[in-house]
């Protein structure tokens, strides 16, 4: 049996220099590809048809949460582990509704990392040692994921972006700066995303965004 093959996606270099040291050493795994950013990062997909992604909760660009998502939509066959700095159980829920399967913290990379693997290779949610008393969790993870699902193909990965800012309480002229559109570009982009999920306010989409896990738990 070959080895098993991974794409890493994470913003810092060091990070993923030190995720492939580690798991290249065993002989068991190999990694194909990385990116840096959740856009690469689909992109790659497009290339590259790895068994897993492990993937930072935190890029920029396309955050994990959200390429998550696009991953378990477009290639629900590839497992998908999220690396995270945040103890919030506020990120773990959002991570599980978004349909990944696994979540482990960095600090628990080195004791837990091939655990985390070998476990989702057998079919099994796997999450950092430290929220095994969330009551329900990983049961309730398939609720969650179907739930987030009939949404996923809604809105292209460019209205996403633009939920993402708006969420963020940007205005459409940082937005339009960020993410070197035109104003009237983002205009219609949040039309679109208004209208393909039904609302009518801007307050809805906050709710939306909370919903989905655009929002930073982390403060």
């Known amino acids: 049996m070959g080895a098993y093959e991974i794409i890493l996606a994470d913003d810092h270099a060091?990070?993923?220099?030190g995720i492939k040291k580690i798991l290249e050493e065993s002989g068991h795994y190999k990694i194909i590809a990385e990116a840096a950013d959740g856009i690469e990062l689909m992109n790659l997909l497009k290339k590259f048809q790895p068994q897993m992604v492990i993937l930072d909760i935190s890029m920029p660009g396309l955050r994990g949460l959200e390429a998550t998502r696009e991953i378990k939509c477009i290639y629900s066959h590839i497992k998908v582990l999220i690396l995270s700095m945040h103890k919030n159980e506020g990120y773990?829920?959002?991570?599980?509704?978004?349909g990944c399967d696994g979540y482990l913290l960095k600090e628990d990379a080195d004791g837990e990392l091939f655990t985390a693997i070998e476990a989702i290779r057998r079919g099994e949610t796997y999450v950092s040692t430290l929220f095994l008393h969330v009551a329900g969790t990983v049961?309730?993870?398939?609720?969650k994921a179907s739930a987030c699902r009939e949404d996923c193909g809604l809105l292209t990965t460019r209205e996403k972006q633009v939920l993402q800012l708006v969420a963020?309480?940007?205005?459409n002229k940082e937005i339009a700066e960020l993410l070197f559109l035109s104003v009237r570009t983002v205009e219609h982009h949040r039309a679109n995303i208004m209208?393909?999920?039904g609302m009518h306010k801007t307050a809805d989409l906050f709710q939306y965004a909370a919903?989905?896990?655009?929002?930073d738990y982390s403060n």
Not at 92 to 98: G, K, Q, T
Not at 211 to 215: A, E, N, V
């Open 14 to 17: 060091m990070v993923r220099h």
């Open 92 to 98: 773990l829920n959002h991570a599980l509704s978004a």
């Open 139 to 143: 049961q309730n993870r398939d609720q």
């Open 168 to 171: 963020e309480a940007k205005s």
């Open 195 to 197: 209208r393909k999920l």
């Open 211 to 215: 919903k989905q896990g655009f929002l």
